[in-house]
């Protein structure tokens, strides 16, 4: 399952599809929105994206996770659009047989997915000032 969605995220059915008989650890992660960062006031984000290569790019990131670790299956559902304080913006999980590469591979899909899928995050804030965010800076 690899999908951008402008709905709510279904994060049982994004564990559910990573879910495997053989796998000794399914790590779910979920990024949400923050009420508050920096001391400002989150009214939502709105994420933006290309949507066709933002797809392949996300369906890449699985299978370089595939052949670096041992991993049996994979899954990743990003939002667009406006998502509220509290709701899921990107669902990720990851089963393996054990905890570590679970564990490995999620991180690496997080944290790689902010760098280089072109989804672009704009923060509005209480104070009507608005700021896109970079993951570089």
Not at 27 to 53: A, P
């Amino acid at each position: 399952m690899i999908e951008i969605t402008d709905e709510r995220i279904d994060t049982e059915a994004v564990l559910q599809y990573a879910t495997s008989s053989q796998a000794g650890a399914v790590v779910l992660f979920c990024g949400n929105t923050r009420e508050f960062t920096d001391g400002k006031q989150t009214v939502f984000l709105s994420y933006e994206c290309y949507r066709e290569m933002a797809l392949a790019q996300m369906d890449k990131l699985r299978s370089t996770v595939m052949k670096q670790w041992d991993v049996l299956s994979v899954s990743m559902v990003h939002r667009i659009g406006q998502v509220d304080p509290g709701q899921t913006s990107v669902a990720i999980a990851v089963a393996a047989e054990h905890r570590e590469e679970a564990f490995l591979a999620g991180k690496w899909l997080i944290d790689t997915l902010k760098e280089e899928v072109p989804i672009w995050k704009k923060e509005d804030w209480s104070d009507g000032s608005s700021d896109w965010i970079h993951p570089h800076e």
